[in-house]
């Protein structure tokens, strides 16, 4: 069993940053993907940045260039750096944690990230 707890959410104005944080408690971090997706209001929910245990990255279109995963295998956190915040980066974001021998899914909370002037 794991548990994600996420922070680092809040409002930020249009070109500022935020670093959102990932707390995994249980075993397998180490092993896991993990990626961080977020739903804006009256959208699906959609991946936005992902990290193999191997610390290969991947990112949507949308946020390359601009967004930075990484992850802290020796105190089981995950990140994702958010540089020139734009309105339309406003929504919950999600950590997300597969596990490597079963690919079951966990998902924290969610925190929200406000990007408005």
């Known amino acids: 069993q794991v548990e994600l707890v996420e922070s680092g959410g809040g409002l930020v104005q249009p070109g500022g940053s935020l670093r959102l944080s990932c707390v995994a408690y249980?075993?397998?971090?180490?092993?896991?993907?993990l990626a961080w997706y977020r739903q804006a209001p009256g959208k699906q929910r959609e991946l936005a940045a992902i990290?193999?245990?191997?610390?290969?990255?991947n990112y949507d279109d949308s946020v390359r260039g601009r967004f930075t995963i990484s992850r802290d295998n020796a105190k089981n956190v995950l990140y994702l750096q958010m540089d020139s915040l734009k309105p339309e980066d406003t929504a919950v974001y999600y950590c997300?944690?597969?596990?490597?021998?079963?690919?079951?899914?966990?998902w924290g909370q969610g925190t929200q990230v406000t990007v408005s002037s």
């Open positions: 249980g075993s397998g971090f180490s092993v896991a993907t």
């Open positions: 990290i193999s245990a191997g610390s290969s990255t």
């Open positions: 997300n944690l597969r596990t490597w021998a079963t690919n079951r899914d966990y």
